[in-house]
Each structure stands twice: as structure tokens, then as C-alpha cells.
């Protein structure tokens, strides 16, 4: 299976051998525009699909156009031939009559011709033509079917509910149609999870049999849904019910020997392989991980919660209201410290600048697009604007650390199914030691959340069983690193599948270096 797992082994493995590197990320997606992986990113499709409606409905009216003229013609001349039929001889020995019968048959039918041979529609089909490249990719495709898994394996989630719009026991107002569930389980075939692909197929064949079912040029083949349906089947061992499937796909197409073919097959199948039983569905297995996804941990008591005005003058100004989370890691939350007007003008600055996020491969050396990995990022440097400064600056007062050597503001924005598989921020000074020569390593992260999520995209610390649901305007700091500056393994996270809402966190990772003086409430071993 070509599935992305969040076993802790799995991921440990993979994720410490490629370090997150944020200074040097510039580069395009290996040209793909990863459509899914941003929310924001996503607007600009609609407003694409938007456009290209516009067009297919001045085609419907250009075809409208011509066929008003044809008709309101043949009306005319059905008139006149009627005329002439009645009395036909009558109507030739009438000079007039025969004069125009003459002209009309030498002129008017070229005329006919060439105007029928004429295409209509041809700049909209310019159009298209034009905006395809924007359109998205396979990739795309596989991309947000692959997000949709992980939002259903994560937490989860029944497909049947998933494709009537029931998400984590919430109830929307969409529903996938049978073009969307046949294209999640030829995804599912396509990828051998068998198990999958037909629980989506079944959705899109009840989809087919329903009301509302589409029409050409976009309708499905019934036979083909039924087919591929037999053939997930068969793959998992369910030759009976294959032969059912099969059986509805030889009605609904007679004549097809290929479908009449693989039903004999079938029919030979369950004589000669009686004792075999079909293969188990496989769920994914529960970690850590997705009970904190799901919010399962058990409640903490609060260790504290104080305003702290003692550590600047900025904070006996504006006290902040601190939660202390856990002391090892050290983890504190802070509420109300990024008000709405400097989250828009934010989020204003990131919008023209995100790109994919990446992850650096030391193996390849560059940074490089990763499936566990599903946001579009930017950075803004310390002193790009007054809003950054002050940000900056607010940093270094909520946490008491010198941000000087530091890594510039990450704005993030995650998209379809967004998430960050289990990863440490630190780089483990032994392995990279390019990175860290200069500032150290990341000694700790400061993670500001700047939307609400309506559901999912927590920050989860399986560890330590500490899970932080997005509020926006909190931010959350740990520290990355043990006492005598090793990583700190305990700090492994991973931000969680949102399911719905737009995500957006801005952080900073601050370096060790400065701060020889300056570890504040240092209270780990
Ligand atoms: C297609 O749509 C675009 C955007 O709405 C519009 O500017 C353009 O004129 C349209 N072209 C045709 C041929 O309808
Ligand atoms: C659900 O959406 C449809 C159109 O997409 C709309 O006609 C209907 O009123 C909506 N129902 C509710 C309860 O919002
Ligand atoms: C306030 O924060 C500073 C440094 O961050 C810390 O040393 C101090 O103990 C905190 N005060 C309280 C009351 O938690
Ligand atoms: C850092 O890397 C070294 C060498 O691979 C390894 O032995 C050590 O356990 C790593 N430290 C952490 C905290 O992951």
C-alpha cells in the first residue's frame, strides 16, 4: 500500500533524516501548483471555474443565436414551400414565382451550406484552450483524493457519511455526486487498496441509480462503474458478490463480450475456489497520534493560569494571560496576543507570496515536496514592515528570548485536508551541523494560531498526550531543546488533517546562540 502511515516508527524514521529548513525554501513546487494544499490557494480556482462558466454559457448563447436564426428561416420557407406544394404547377407558371424558385435554389442553399459548415464558439474553445494549463493536474487529483483518505482514516470516518456530507458527526449541506465517489475509488483501485475503492464505488453506483443522475458528455458508463466494481470485488476475494455486480453490468450492457467474458471467469472462479474466504478490511491502526487528532486525550489540570507583566516594559503594559501546559517539554500558551487587524494585514502580506511548502532532503540537499507535508508557506523578514517589527519585538517580550540570529516569521496556510506528519523542529546539531554552525539549533518554537478551524488541524504532541486546538489569537511556545542543548524527544509533533476551515499559524523558531544569558523559565532537567 502506497498509503501514507503516521505509525511513529514510520515517520520517526523518515522525518528525522530530512530537516525542516525554512531560510532556504523559495522554490517552486517542482513546478506543480499543488492546488489542494492551501485554502487560499484554492480561491483562485474557483474564481478560474468561475470565468470558464461565463464563457460555456456565451457559448450556449452564440449556439442559441444561430439556432434562432435557422429556425425562424426554415419557419419562412416551410411557409412558402406549403404555398407552392399546394398547387404546384400553378405556382412555377407564375414568372415571379418561377424567377425566385431559380435564384433561391442556385444562391440561398450555398449560402445554407457554408453558414451550417461555419463552427460556433470557437473563441470560448480558444478560451479554454488558453486557461488549461492553469486547470489542475493528475497530481492535483491524486493530491485531494489522498486528502480525503487521510481526513477519513484520521478521524475515523465513514465514507457513506463522509459522501452525504456527515463530517465527524457534523452535518454540511454538500454531498459528493457519483463523478466525485467514482473518482475517490478508481483512486483507491488505482493505488490497490481495494477495500477502499469499494466503498466508494458503491456510493457512485447508489448515486447512479438515483434521481439526479448527470448527462452527457459527463455522465458515467453504468456498465464501466459496475465493472470495475466486480473487478475491486474480486480482488478482495468477494467472488459471489462479484458475480452479482457482474451480472447487473451484462443486463445493463448486452452486448458487451468482454463484461460476458469475465463473468464466465467468475462463474469458474467460485466453482473451483470454494474454500477461499474474502479478505479483511484493514483499518488503519490508532495511535497516540490520531486519539489527539480526535481529541481524546484526557483533560489536564491547568498548572497555571497567570498574567505575566514581570518580563518587560511592553508587559506591565498589556499583561499577557499565560497558561502553563507542561513542563516537560516547557509549553506555554498564550491568549489574546495577536489582535484581528494584524492577523488580516498578515495574511494580506502572505497571500501573493505563498508557495508549497517543503521539507529539506540532506540526502538530495535541497528542499524538496513531501506527501507529509500538505501547506503553502512564506517568510517575512524582520524588518519588512512595521506589523513584523512589533511582532518580533512581541515575541521576545512574551518569552524573554533575543531574537537576534533567529529564523524570519513563517505564515502558513493549510488547504484540503492540511497537516504536518509527526516531526521535531530542532535539526540535531550532530547531523546538520551546516545548519546550526552559525545560530544553533532551534532552542524553541513559537506557533501563533491566526483562524479558528471548525474542525480538525490541532497541534498534537503524542508524547506527551498534549493536543492544541486552534483559537485564534493564542500562540503556543515550547522548547525544543533539552538543558545541554540536545533535542528534546518529547517535543515531536505533528499538526493534524484539518477537516473543515481555513488554517493559517505564523511561527517562529528562535536559535540557541543568543540566548546563553537568557533561558528563561527553564524548568526541565
Ligand atoms: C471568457 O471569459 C472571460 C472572463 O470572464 C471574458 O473576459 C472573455 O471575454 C470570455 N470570452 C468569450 C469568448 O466568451
Ligand atoms: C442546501 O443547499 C441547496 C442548494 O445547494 C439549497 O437549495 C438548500 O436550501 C440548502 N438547504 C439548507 C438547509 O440550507
Ligand atoms: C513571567 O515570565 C518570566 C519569563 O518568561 C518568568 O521568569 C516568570 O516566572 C513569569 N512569572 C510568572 C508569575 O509566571
Ligand atoms: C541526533 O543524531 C545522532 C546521530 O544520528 C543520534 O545518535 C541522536 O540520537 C540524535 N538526537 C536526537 C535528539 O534525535
Redesign the pocket.
Known sequence: MAKEMHSPAWTIRIL?ALLVVGMASGQEADGEQSHSTSVAGMVQLLQLEDKLIENLSNYANELEGKLNIVRSFVEQMRAESNKAMSHTEHYVSNPLNAFSLIRRMHEDWTHWQLYMEQPVGKQQLEYINLKREQLPSSTDLEEAAAAIYRIQATYDLKVSDMASGLLNGKQYNVSLNELDTYALGKYHFDQQSFGDAIQWIYQASNRLNGPHKLALPLGLDPAEVQHVYAEALIKMNRYADALKVLHIATTIDKNNLRLLQRKMEVETLIRTSSNISPKPYHKKPVGNYERGCRGQFPTKSKLHCVYNSTNSPFLRLAPLKTELLALDPYMVLYHDVITPSEIRELQYLAVPTLKRATVFNQKMGRNTVVKTRTSKVTWLTDSLNPLTVRLNRRISDMTGFDLYGSEMLQVMNYGLGGHYDLH?D?F?A??AKDLTKLNGDRIATVLFYLTDVEQGGATVFPNIKQAIFPKKGTAVMWYNLRHNN????QTLHAACPVIVGSKWVCNKWIREHQQLFRRPCLTSP
Open positions: 528525522s521535531f530542532y540535531n550532530t547531523i540536545d533535542g528534546d524527544p
